[in-house]
């Protein structure tokens, strides 16, 4: 989504605005923009395309201004060319903003009835006429701000700058995050904006974050807060870490393979934080918000990657704690309507915590008096932040937009959550624990094997590359498997993917097998091996090409022609974190060999919080 950062500076901010914008590349973007206010007048500058053409606007044209806004813009309303890229300008007003203004059809009407000339096909356009069409009317500026933002519908984050108002920053935010930064040392006295905290790192790591509905008015006095009803109200500061992570690709090529590399350590990480691991038990760093023993039932809303992991671990609540399971993708649920029983248990999975369709679900579900639990890798975002309890994942900052690192990290914790489930429930006994907590606790090592395979999966993706079409097979947890394997391939490499559960290939899929159809089935030695090895040979007798991912020397019971990704002897238990690292590494390679960008893939965003 669209990247916010605003400075009100005690020297010229372009530079800073420009490097913070970079911090937030990877929310995925297609034009960028700045604007800054120099001897009381607006100044802008605007590209399409990726930060290097704004940055050599501003080498062409450099801006001055100590006061400044910048934008990243992921186009939702207009074409990503530079007329449409922001700040947008009307009047004295220059606005930023992420998000949707659902109602700007109505309000930009409204506005060329009474004689506003637009010069964009972008909602955003519309907040500035907006609000100076409220300055005009007598308003101050932080009044007209307040004024108009009750006539948004829609979810959006904003920042404002004025002509002739050197010492004012405001933002607002309403579904989308914003954070206010402080400036100390040597920048003391400077107050920033920005859509993460890790756009303000290099500047600050303190912050306060506005909640739902807030708006606020920087000046060089400080920050004032005010709440949806306009009235004044303290928001508390925080220390963030995100100052501390080195967002850089160490000696990677991109961020997504330095974050599949990552992986041993961060799932780790996250099962240690959710293991008592000299015990060999589970031990959670929360309480449960529900009576685990008496739950009827558990219902999982997520989107995308989340939403994968969500069916993997049906599998594991249903198996290991008896727990009846109801999951649904997060833009489904939303709107269904679905009855919820008082005192049920919503768990919601998101990396950013910000994804605007599992947020609404999250609310439905409260509406329902659901108690909610979420797994988020932001601890500061609005989804941990208006749940129950948030189960933190360990991922660290996951900066490529295709979700691999929090994936992993997002099965380990819902593997120790179905555990506690099973403990809970008496559906796990003292022995049966200790084998579970054994088998995860063995997942990071397995991880480490199964990175070893990249070489073979290089070589297999060199071939997969001139794939027009392929197919994902997989049965128990490698189903789900297999619909991240297809949305990994599809979403980076941009070849069409679709990934079936094996048992489903006679009933129709099978019509799309020839000798060009790659077929990569997910097959770790499970209770339903046999049965997927016998699936492929309904493949095999129709020349398709096997690409079994399975344990070494599997595909020699196949009894037909077959390609391996070798894979390292296991407890079947929680394979499918471990067989996620041979699908991550397919996608990555063939987009790598295809030319695609693999952290920033066309079209797509790292956190969608529009609908
Ligand atoms: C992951 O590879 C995708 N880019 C995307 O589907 C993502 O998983 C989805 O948008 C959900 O995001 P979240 O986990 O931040 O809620």
Redesign the pocket.
Known sequence: MCGIVGILGSEPVAGNILEALKRLEYRGYDSAGIATLENGRIARRRAAGKLKNLEAALDAEPLFGHLGIGHTRWATHGRPTADNAHPHLNGQVAVVHNGIIENFRALRDELEAKGHKFTSETDTEVVAHLVDDAIKSGLSPSDAVAASLPRLKGAFALAFIFEGEEDLLIGARQGAPLVVGFGAGERAGELYLGSDALALAPLTDELAYLEEGDHVVLTRQGAKFYDESNQPVARKRIRTAASAFLIDKGNYRHFMAKEIHEQPEVVARTLAHCLDLAAGTVALPFELPVDAASLPRLTIA??????MAGLVSRYWFERIAKLPVEIEVASEFRYREAPMEKGGLMLL???????AD?LASLRYAKKCGQKVLSVV?VATSTMARESDVAALTLAGPEIG????K??TCQLALLACLALAFGKARGTVDAKEEARLVAALMAVPGLIAEALKREAAVETLSRDLAKARDVLYLGRGTSYPLALEGA??LK?ISYIHAEGYAAGELKHGPIALVDSDLPVIVIAPRDKVFEKTLSNLQEVAARNGRIILISETGAVDHLGAEGEEIGMPEMAPDFSAIVYAVPVQLIAYHTAVFMGKDADQPRN?????TVE
């Open positions: 997520a989107c995308g990657t989340a939403f999975i998101s990396q950013s915590g910000e994804t599992t890798n937009v295709a979700s691999t929090a994936f949305l990994k979403e797509l965003a790292k956190s969608v």
